[in-house]
């Protein structure tokens, strides 16, 4: 049985937001963007509000659950 999408939940919107910064981040984007929820610089990157929602809606935990594959 496959591991059911842990991004199904998300919106394209929220998919499109991880997915650039996943980008600009590069290799570590997890681990930065783990450290901007903490610290609350979320809000200066450009899709600011998304990740908010994002961290929101499904914490920390969904991160370690994502990958770059299921934000296509």
């Known amino acids: 049985m496959p591991k059911p999408n842990p991004a199904a939940n ?19 984007w997890k681990r930065r963007l783990a450290a901007a929820w903490m ?3 979320d809000a200066d990157e450009p899709e600011g509000p998304i990740l908010r929602q994002i961290r929101n809606a499904g914490g920390s935990s969904l991160l370690t659950r994502i990958g770059l594959s299921h934000l296509d």
């Open 39 to 41: 610290n609350g610089r």
């Open 10 to 28: 998300l919106s394209s919107e929220q998919k499109a937001a991880l997915r650039a910064y996943a980008l600009r981040n590069g290799r570590f």
